[in-house]
């Protein structure tokens, strides 16, 4: 007899918008979310970690890592150049 296979977790990116700290929906470790997009199950709001959506849902997951490092970058690209700038107004 054959075992059942698990039905796939499906995750979602969405709009956090709660200052909140709750546990992940899948392992149950905390989520440490940023407002702004972030994981959670598709059906419902519940949170997950990046860890857990690196697992389940990788693709998804480099998406949003993508996006994190290209603002981060941006925000360190934007303070390098505006350094000069100031140096020339003065």
Known sequence: MKTPKA?????AIKLNNCADN????????RTNP????EFFLADSWALVCHP???KNAPELWALH?????????????????????????E
Do not use: D, N, Y
Request: proline share 11%.
């Open 7 to 11: 039905k796939p977790i499906k995750i």
């Open 22 to 29: 709750p546990p992940c929906a899948i392992c149950g470790q």
């Open 52 to 54: 857990c959506a690196e």
């Open 34 to 37: 940023e407002i702004g997009p």
């Open 65 to 89: 890592h993508l996006k994190r490092t290209l603002a981060a970058l941006s925000v360190a690209l934007h303070a390098e150049l505006a350094e000069p700038a100031a140096t020339v107004i």
